[in-house]
């Protein structure tokens, strides 16, 4: 059951403009910036490590940068969890690439839809699934405050859209929806169990990444695109951005999580300032041969 008060508190902030929203997440984020010293020591680290920066100013930019867009990430969700889809779908000014999803529904294939912790993906989710003529499955783990998870997944749940738990039970639901041939949404970025992940690369560094998203894209007869909800400047809303899997599926476990990875890296080269830098995504004990050994980075 969801609890009122948390859901009224979303849904009055849900009403209120986007570019009063996307202001105020700036105001909050450089505030952040200043006062949350972990926060900036990891988004500083995975910045550096990252090489995207070409010199220090450009990487000190890029850093106060995340964190207002990181803000403004956390304030969009009210809206794509308690506005109806009509008034998300009216917020996406800008669409490209769609023609690969119509190609994927003309071919009767599985869909599998692939974004990094990216934009807005929450609502370029919802969006999708509005062009989706059968439901659209998206996989999730309980967030750290447990007294979102009913909020969330209710808002995730509406009209089109489905959610699978990080568990083997919602794999098996992931798997049975792309073999029905609809749809579902990974993001390939989360840390996994120990025992659901590979060490490779990512962003110059090593990194435990699940193997899930590259089997998915090893299913027969499905079709592998990523995409990105870009937050355009100034609260004038967003640009759903959607191509293709770039390069070959081999079926070995290690190099495909490598090439799902690599895909990864080139959008989040595209739009920078909207990834999530902040994610405490490098945790663990890389083996000895990784450690000191780097990638250069993918532009």
Same mark, same amino acid.
């Given at each position: ?35 949350? %010293?972990?926060?900036?020591?990891? @988004? $500083?680290?995975?910045?550096? &490590?990252?090489? =995207? +920066?070409?010199?220090?100013?450009? /990487? *000190? ?46 071919? %009767?294939?599985?869909?599998?839809? @692939? $974004?990094?912790?990216?934009? &807005?993906?929450? =609502? +370029?989710?919802?969006?999708?699934? /509005? *062009? ?46 792309? %073999?029905?041939?609809?749809?579902? @949404? ?114």
């Amino acid at each position: 059951m969801i609890q009122k008060p948390i859901y009224l508190l979303f849904a009055l902030a849900a009403s209120l403009p986007l570019p009063f929203l996307h202001n105020l997440g700036s105001l909050f984020g450089l505030a952040g910036f200043y006062l949350g %010293k972990k926060t900036r020591a990891r @988004i $500083t680290k995975n910045v550096h &490590s990252s090489k =995207l +920066a070409q010199s220090n100013q450009a /990487e *000190q930019n890029l850093i106060k940068a995340v964190c207002r867009e990181s803000m403004k990430s956390g304030l969009e969700l009210p809206i794509a969890w308690t506005r109806s889809t009509e008034y998300i779908v009216s917020l996406f000014k800008q669409t490209h690439g769609l023609e690969h999803l119509q190609a994927a529904l003309n071919n %009767k294939q599985g869909i599998l839809l @692939i $974004t990094p912790h990216l934009g &807005s993906y929450d =609502l +370029a989710g919802r969006f999708l699934s /509005e *062009q989706l003529p059968f439901p659209l499955t998206a996989m999730y783990r309980p967030p750290k405050l447990r007294w979102l998870e009913n909020v969330m997944n209710a808002g995730r749940v509406r009209d089109n859209g489905r959610t699978a738990p990080a568990t083997l039970q919602g794999v098996k639901q992931i798997v049975r929806a792309l %073999k029905q041939g609809e749809a579902t @949404i990974i993001l390939p970025d989360q840390f996994p169990k120990e025992g659901d992940g590979v060490w490779v690369h990512f962003l110059n560094q090593p990194a435990y990444t699940m193997t899930l998203a590259a089997k998915l894209a090893n299913l027969p007869n499905v079709s592998t695109l990523f995409f990105c909800g870009e937050r355009l400047p100034h609260g004038q809303g967003f640009a759903l951005h959607i191509a293709p899997l770039s390069g070959s599926l081999t079926g070995d476990k290690k190099q495909d999580t490598q090439l799902i990875n690599n895909n990864a890296e080139h959008w989040i080269a595209r739009f920078p300032e909207q990834y999530l830098f902040g994610y405490n995504r490098f945790k663990g004990n890389p083996p000895a041969d990784m450690r000191e050994q780097t990638m250069p980075p993918k532009h």
